[in-house]
């Protein structure tokens, strides 16, 4: 059972270490396994974890189920490692279509990788190296709270994170503390919008503080985007850093077909950038996978193509999820819900600690959620976090019966101060 207990794991940089993320990328992974063993017990309902429950994209599955059987022998090996061509032709006319004046080059500013995850990593990686061989800059600026497989990310690049933190209930960036964490040292930005775990969109006005502070730095920027397809908040819509006056030159956008087409396990996505960055996260992606699965990666290109209706519907569903959780937890679990825009997630604050939280929760209802104290680099927040995020990537029937068995508690937890 984990432990409220803080593992503190300093991180040598090249002869120095890092202040930060003391409570230690292993603590993370424990409190995964944890929630993930919960989870996984007969009867519980899972809403801690983000991958939707239902099939994904039809066309994308046929497709790919083709050149797995039928397709010509070049169909089930390694790709090229920017992937194939057909593939990076759809992304292109994607962006095109969806952001008009948008044009990628295929054949030079488009990397297929494998997995979100895998182009946040490629990415950073070709970020830091630039910086650092222009005169050491290995630190990277990242907005808490914060995926927490973020600090693996960073250890691979490798980099030192220089957390930011942003607040409940609505995340949003304050320009004056993103200044005072620029040091000589910090050479790249990460912006991740729609924001994980949070579900906050960036503002015209946050994306023009980013773009100034990296222009008058001369910082680069990875623009974690996957979930750019999931933006419900009335009146919203996904803006893209690399739009911004100043940016598209020194920005990397990652995003996800995973995220796109409801296909997580699948693990393809792709990064976009100049054709200078996107040459050297090639490089890193080669390193890395070499080549994201070619199969796949051909039914992705089918789905692009014919735009199979798996976008506006999945942000509608997910929105409509959103609002139907959030009230069940504000009238059955006395939670105060923080407002979200997009994305997989729903933040509340439980009013006690969290991990406390998550195991009554279980045992009360069967409704599996996952601490927020694991997305946080600083111990003092992690180890008064009260808030818990709940996933809203499910189905609806899935949500109807998290719902039912929040509903269905006996006698209503009160928030009492000091608890």
């Known amino acids: 059972m984990l432990s409220r207990a803080a593992v503190r794991l300093p991180l040598r940089r090249r002869g120095y270490y890092t202040a930060h993320c003391r409570r230690g990328y292993a603590t993370a992974v424990e409190v995964w396994r944890e929630v993930n063993s919960l989870a996984a017990q007969p009867g519980m309902i899972n809403m801690g974890q983000g991958f939707p429950d239902f099939a994904g994209s039809l066309t994308a599955r046929q497709a790919a189920a083709e050149a797995l059987l039928v397709g010509s022998a070049a169909a089930n090996q390694y790709s090229a490692p920017a992937g194939l061509l057909e593939l990076r032709e759809e992304v292109s006319r ?82 004056a503390a993103l200044r005072a964490a620029i040091t000589p040292r910090t050479g790249t930005v990460l912006l991740n919008s729609p924001h994980n775990p949070t579900g906050h969109v960036a503002s015209e006005a946050e994306l023009a503080a980013v773009a100034e502070v990296c222009v008058e730095h001369d910082l680069l920027a990875v623009s974690d985007e996957v979930y750019e397809h999931a933006v419900f908040g009335e009146g919203c819509r996904h803006r893209r850093l690399c739009d911004v006056p100043g940016m598209r030159g020194r920005t990397i956008t990652v995003s996800s077909a995973g995220k796109l087409f409801s296909l997580t396990g699948w693990r393809v996505a792709w990064a976009l950038a100049p054709a200078r960055l996107a040459t050297a996260v090639a490089s890193a992606h080669t390193n890395l996978t070499y080549s994201a699965p070619t199969p796949l990666q051909a039914g992705i290109a089918a789905a692009l193509r014919e735009e199979d209706g798996s976008f506006g519907g999945v942000a509608q569903l997910f929105g409509a999820n959103f609002e139907l959780l959030a009230t069940a937890l504000r009238e059955h679990r006395g939670l105060t819900v923080c407002d979200a825009q997009g994305g997989y997630f729903l933040v509340a604050d439980a009013g006690v600690p969290d991990i406390d939280f998550v195991r009554s929760l279980a045992a009360e209802c069967g409704v599996v959620c996952t601490p927020m104290s694991v997305f946080y680099a600083d111990q003092d927040q992690s180890e008064s976090c009260t808030l818990v995020r709940f996933t809203i990537c499910k189905s609806r029937e899935h949500i109807q019966r998290a719902c039912a068995a929040l509903a269905g508690r006996r006698g209503r937890r009160e928030r009492v101060a000091g608890t």
């Open 94 to 175: 994607l962006y095109a279509r969806l952001y008009p004046g948008d044009a990628y080059d295929p054949a030079s500013e488009v990397v297929i990788c494998t997995s979100g995850q895998e182009s946040l990593n490629a990415a950073l990686r070709a970020c830091v190296s630039e910086q650092v061989s222009r005169g050491g800059r290995d630190g990277v600026i990242v907005f808490e709270p914060y995926f927490p497989f973020t600090q693996g990310a960073l250890d691979n690049a490798p980099a030192v994170m220089q957390p930011v933190r942003t607040h409940a209930p609505g995340f949003a960036i304050d320009a």
